[in-house]
């Protein structure tokens, strides 16, 4: 296993899909426009890193650690974040692809979601306690016994979140979305 350490560098336009970087940690690193997809990451550590227009799609999270870092612009389609070190993790979102990835029981009271598409993402008993998760799309997003107490849903869409199955006290949402809590009724609400 590869144990290279890589500290305060910017790496723009490397393409490691369908390679190992496995072991690697890379601290105070920005990474622009690189390809991770079908990248195995595991074990990998970024710390205060900051990553812009990457593609991460079906990429291995095994044991990855995300410490303070930041991800605006990328292609995350499939990502099993719920496999990741949940040792500090912590990672913000701006403008990304989260489509079909996976919270699945995680802590993310440090993380927050930003203008990003979330569709049929998996928020299943996960912690999301005073998140932000603004103009996102949640279109088929799962949230079973999920934890969104103080949470900020304002301009999200196509969310459905059962108030009798997660903890909402303190979330603030926005109209007209918040019809989003009543889906499972099967009511129609007119203007």
Same mark, same amino acid.
């Given at each position: 296993?590869? =144990?290279e350490?890589?500290?305060?560098?910017?790496?723009?336009?490397?393409?490691? $899909?369908?390679?190992?970087?496995?072991?690697? !940690?890379?601290?105070?690193? %920005?990474?622009?426009?690189?390809?991770?997809?079908?990248?195995?990451?595991? *074990?990998?550590?970024?710390?205060?890193?900051?990553?812009?227009?990457?593609?991460?799609?079906?990429?291995?999270?095994?044991? %990855?650690?995300?410490? *303070?870092?930041?991800?605006s =612009?990328?292609?995350?389609?499939?990502?099993h974040?719920?496999?990741?070190?949940?040792?500090?993790?912590?990672?913000?979102?701006? +403008?990304? =692809?989260?489509?079909?990835? $996976?919270?699945?029981?995680?802590?993310?009271?440090?993380?927050?979601?930003?203008?990003?598409?979330?569709?049929?993402?998996?928020? %299943?008993?996960?912690?999301?306690?005073?998140?932000?998760?603004?103009?996102c799309?949640? &279109?088929?997003? %799962?949230?079973?016994?999920?934890?969104?107490?103080?949470? *900020?849903? !304002? +301009?999200? !869409?196509?969310?459905?979140?059962?108030?009798?199955?997660?903890?909402?006290?303190?979330?603030?949402?926005? &109209?007209?979305?918040?019809v989003? &809590?009543? !889906?499972?009724?099967?009511i129609?609400?007119?203007?």
């Open positions: 296993m590869n =144990q350490y890589i500290e305060e560098e910017t790496i723009e336009n490397k393409d490691f $899909s369908n390679q190992s970087i496995a072991g690697r !940690t890379y601290e105070y690193c %920005t990474f622009k426009n690189c390809n991770f997809s079908n990248t195995d990451l595991s *074990d990998c550590h970024f710390i205060e890193t900051e990553f812009i227009g990457c593609n991460f799609s079906n990429a291995n999270l095994s044991q %990855t650690s995300f410490q *303070d870092v930041r991800c =612009q990328c292609k995350m389609l499939g990502l974040f719920d496999q990741c070190n949940a040792f500090s993790f912590s990672i913000s979102f701006d +403008q990304c =692809q989260l489509n079909h990835s $996976s919270f699945y029981q995680m802590k993310l009271n440090r993380s927050s979601f930003l203008n990003s598409q979330l569709e049929g993402v998996d928020f %299943t008993e996960t912690e999301l306690k005073k998140v932000m998760l603004k103009q799309n949640l &279109l088929n997003a %799962t949230f079973d016994n999920t934890n969104l107490e103080g949470a *900020d849903l !304002t +301009q999200s !869409t196509n969310y459905a979140i059962d108030p009798e199955r997660n903890k909402i006290k303190g979330a603030k949402f926005s &109209l007209p979305e918040i989003g &809590l009543l !889906t499972k009724y099967g129609q609400i007119e203007k």
